[in-house]
């Protein structure tokens, strides 16, 4: 009995010795996250993500230096809660961009995407607001940028699945006339008081619009292997 517990230790710390991690080249993946605004305080309060997506082509080098290209389109309705009017509407914004970063998997089946995507975006801002006003939308457009990490887990050498954290900057000072001029607009309180929806002066619109997007994706590897045991690589 205690050599047949022997014989299953020594078995298992074999298999640990000689398992072989996912070695991705090159790849596709998908990703689709939940896009929540953090600044600047009209974008924060006003526009509720809905939905951003992005598909890109990466590949990566055997140093786990990767290079990607993709495109990524972001949707934010108007949160009716928080403006002192019905306005209906949202931001379209699409975005294509480079990506770089750092891609490895650290066990047989856990790895990590770190990187940063920059590109160029062009908005579109719709709201029944603008249409009344004979103005169809509001364009606005500039650099973009999305620092990204992902917790990666492989289901098999050609299939893994992920969780996504990203950090975009978005090129523009969102301001309550972007959805259309109103009496709400640049409405300034008495009392100083910049806390009440729809109510904002001109500091709380100094700052870049910025988002924070949590999400999942899936990623489809082309010459899907694994690396050479490790027992002399670790």
Same mark, same amino acid.
């Given at each position: 009995?205690?050599?047949?517990?022997l014989?299953?230790?020594?078995? /298992?710390?074999?298999a640990k010795?000689?398992?072989q991690k996912?070695?991705?080249?090159?790849s596709?993946?998908f990703?689709?996250?939940?896009p929540?605004?953090i600044?600047n305080?009209?974008f924060?309060?006003?526009? #509720?993500?809905?939905?951003s997506?992005?598909?890109?082509?990466q590949?990566?080098?055997?140093?786990?230096?990767s290079?990607?290209?993709g495109?990524?389109?972001?949707?934010?309705?108007?949160n009716?809660?928080?403006?002192? #009017?019905?306005i209906?509407?949202?931001?379209h #914004?699409?975005?294509?961009?480079?990506?770089?970063?750092?891609?490895?998997?650290?066990?047989?089946?856990?790895?990590?995407?770190?990187?940063v995507?920059m590109?160029?975006?062009?908005?579109?801002?719709? %709201?029944d607001?603008?249409?009344?006003?004979?103005v169809?939308?509001?364009?606005?457009?500039?650099v973009f940028?999305?620092?990204?990490?992902?917790?990666?887990i492989?289901?098999d050498?050609n299939?893994?699945?992920r969780?996504?954290?990203g950090?975009?900057?978005y090129?523009?000072?969102? #301001?309550?006339?972007? /959805?259309?001029?109103?009496?709400?607009?640049?409405?300034? %309180?008495?009392a100083?008081?910049?806390?009440?929806?729809?109510?904002?002066?001109?500091?709380?619109?100094? %700052?870049?619009?910025?988002?924070?997007?949590?999400?999942?994706?899936?990623t489809?590897?082309?010459?899907?292997?694994?690396?050479?045991p490790w027992l002399? %690589?670790?």
């Amino acid at each position: 009995m205690r050599r047949s517990i022997l014989m299953v230790v020594f078995c /298992l710390g074999i298999a640990k010795v000689f398992s072989q991690k996912l070695d991705p080249d090159d790849s596709f993946t998908f990703e689709i996250c939940l896009p929540n605004s953090i600044a600047n305080k009209p974008f924060r309060e006003i526009m #509720q993500g809905v939905v951003s997506f992005s598909p890109y082509y990466q590949y990566t080098l055997k140093n786990a230096l990767s290079f990607g290209v993709g495109v990524n389109y972001s949707y934010f309705n108007i949160n009716q809660f928080r403006v002192t #009017q019905k306005i209906f509407g949202g931001m379209h #914004q699409g975005v294509s961009y480079l990506k770089v970063g750092h891609e490895k998997f650290w066990t047989e089946r856990l790895g990590t995407d770190i990187g940063v995507k920059m590109g160029y975006s062009e908005t579109f801002v719709i %709201s029944d607001l603008l249409k009344s006003q004979n103005v169809m939308f509001r364009r606005m457009n500039g650099v973009f940028i999305e620092p990204t990490i992902a917790f990666v887990i492989s289901s098999d050498v050609n299939s893994s699945y992920r969780f996504v954290v990203g950090f975009p900057f978005y090129n523009f000072k969102f #301001q309550p006339w972007t /959805l259309g001029e109103g009496s709400w607009s640049y409405a300034t %309180s008495s009392a100083g008081d910049n806390n009440t929806p729809g109510v904002y002066d001109e500091s709380t619109t100094k %700052s870049q619009a910025r988002s924070f997007t949590l999400g999942f994706g899936y990623t489809y590897y082309f010459n899907g292997k694994k690396s050479e045991p490790w027992l002399d %690589s670790e």
